[in-house]
């Protein structure tokens, strides 16, 4: 049985930073492309930043470029989002995303994902 679990979200000010993290079970996990996406109320799902296999490429949304990093760590099965400068525009729930796909062109999108995380929630007062 898959699992995928986040942690790291909670409330900060505007300018402060905070880490994701995500942890999968019950895959290959270097067989998976990773990724990150948040959805704010009412508004659609977004990708933030994907990683391919073996961390060699990384992707990321215009609206993050220069603040967030995403990295990953095999040996442990997990994937982080290092978020720095964080606006209020930032908050959301961030969701952890695994896809099993052997091309990545871009940022991934929903339909590529294969298991998602219950999401954590990044808060960012003014």
């Known amino acids: 049985q898959v699992q995928v679990v986040e942690s790291g979200g909670g409330l900060v000010q505007a300018g402060g930073s905070l880490r994701l993290s995500c942890t999968a079970s019950g895959l290959i996990f270097d067989d998976y492309v990773m990724g990150w996406f948040r959805q704010a109320p009412g508004k659609e799902r977004e990708a933030v930043s994907c990683i391919s296999w073996r961390g060699g490429r990384t992707l990321y949304a215009d609206s993050v470029k220069g603040r967030f990093t995403i990295s990953r760590d095999n040996a442990k099965n997990t994937v982080y989002l290092q978020m720095n400068s964080l606006k209020p525009e930032d908050t959301a729930m961030y969701y952890c995303?695994?896809?099993?796909?052997?091309?990545?062109?871009?940022?991934?999108?929903?339909?590529?994902?294969?298991?998602w995380g219950q999401g954590t929630q990044v808060t960012v007062s003014s």
């Open positions: 995303a695994a896809a099993l796909t052997e091309v990545l062109l871009g940022l991934l999108v929903p339909i590529e994902v294969n298991y």
